[in-house]
């Protein structure tokens, strides 16, 4: 779990709070230090070494995947969540989401789950709400980085692995009292809907997308959801 890394800051664009990810943290070093070496290599091998050799070789794949694993890291998104009037904002590389502050009721720092998992639960209560600002390759990414969440939650409620073959059918078709979802929206949709039958929560991030610990984060984002909706006319 995280530790506490201070209050979230503000911004001046209309930003209530934003958490850093932690995601790209020493993306920059690790990817000049990686560099570095690789350039020494190559200069070594170029004065010194007569012939390549395995261990060299080694030295060069390691600086190799130092450099992209630096690069990985430099593209994350510097801040994992904002939350401004129109509600809470999930930045991936991949794209965001926006979950309404009306579109849900709380969120939760431990999904309703025995393992313990690395994820912030929401309990969204509009799907049409959020599902309109989802992206579709953003949509793909999530629900395979949530693989080993969603079989961790299988586990826990089919123990004997005799599950119903519904369980775990990607169905391509969602419906709301506004909108009839296809495609990759309604097998997002479909797996939300599954996730809340199980656990009792919808929609979920990983917790190195902030910077405090899952419970302050919970805490400051339920009390501003509050704020926010009081406000309201």
């Known amino acids: 779990m995280l530790q506490k890394a201070g209050p979230p800051q503000a911004g001046n664009d209309g930003t209530l709070m934003q958490f850093k990810a932690s995601g790209n943290e020493g993306g920059a070093k690790t990817m000049l230090y990686s560099a570095a070496i690789f350039a020494l290599l190559v200069l070594y091998s170029w004065w010194f070494a007569e012939q390549a050799s395995p261990v060299l070789a080694i030295c060069f794949i390691a600086a190799s995947v130092g450099i992209y694993a630096g690069w990985a890291k430099l593209a994350e998104p510097l801040h994992g969540i904002v939350c401004d009037e129109a509600g809470v904002h999930y930045h991936h590389k991949k794209g965001s989401w ?9 969120c939760s720092p431990q999904p309703d789950v025995e393992q313990e998992v690395n994820y912030i639960a929401f309990k969204v209560t509009d799907m049409h709400a959020f599902l309109q600002h989802l992206p579709l390759r953003l949509a793909i990414k999530l629900m395979m980085e949530q693989r080993a969440l969603w079989f961790a939650v299988l586990k826990e409620k089919c123990p004997q692995g005799q599950c ?8 391509d078709r969602f419906s709301t009292p506004e909108q009839q979802y296809d495609g990759v929206k309604a097998m997002f949709a479909n797996r939300m809907q599954r996730f809340g039958g199980f656990c009792g929560f919808e929609l979920f991030i990983p917790v190195n997308a902030i910077d405090v610990t899952a419970e302050e984060f919970c805490k400051q984002v339920n009390q501003l959801r509050l704020q926010q909706l009081s406000d309201r006319p």
Do not use: M, N
């Open 164 to 171: 119903a073959t519904e369980w775990l059918a990607e169905k």
């Open 98 to 106: 926006l979950l309404p502050w009306a579109a849900f009721s709380h």
